[in-house]
């Protein structure tokens, strides 16, 4: 009980929103988010629209978790994982149309393993094993 409360407690922590980056309309293109001890946990770029371009947690100034990047339309452009700030994990690309694109794995940021390739139908087009 004691851990779930730990939790609870720290996803309520009130966060700083800081734009680091504007663009000349004065609509910000990268946005962190800091706690109170002035460490930013959380990115967000947008795209001069107002759209969100890319977004994840941060740790120690570096990438963790999972960061989404979005085509300017909203749709979901990839998604992946990070460790420290390198790519770990499961990675996938998509098309404008939203069929898989890319779709593989990522070992301390280097491509790892099979990836697989898929045309905008959704067709497999190739295999390359890294």
Same mark, same amino acid.
């Given at each position: 009980m004691a851990t779930l409360i730990l939790a609870?407690?720290?996803c309520t922590e009130k966060l700083t929103e800081k734009a680091v980056d504007v663009y000349e309309n004065g609509q910000p293109s990268k946005v962190q988010y800091v706690n109170r001890k002035d460490e930013c946990v959380r990115e967000v %770029?947008? $795209? %001069?629209?107002?759209? #969100?371009?890319m %977004? =994840?947690?941060m740790k120690d100034g570096k990438r963790t978790g999972e960061w989404k990047s979005y085509f300017p339309d =909203?749709? #979901?452009?990839?998604?992946g994982f990070f460790? *420290? =700030?390198l790519r770990t994990g499961k990675a996938q #690309? $998509?098309? %404008? *149309? =939203? *069929?898989?694109y890319m779709d593989g794995y990522y070992m301390e940021g280097h491509k790892t393993g099979e990836w697989i390739f898929y045309d905008e139908q959704g067709y497999e087009t190739s295999r390359t094993t890294f």
């Open positions: 609870m407690a720290s %770029e947008y $795209y %001069e629209s107002g759209l #969100v371009k %977004e =994840g947690a =909203g749709k #979901v452009q990839s998604t460790e *420290n =700030g #690309v $998509y098309h %404008e *149309n =939203g *069929n898989l």
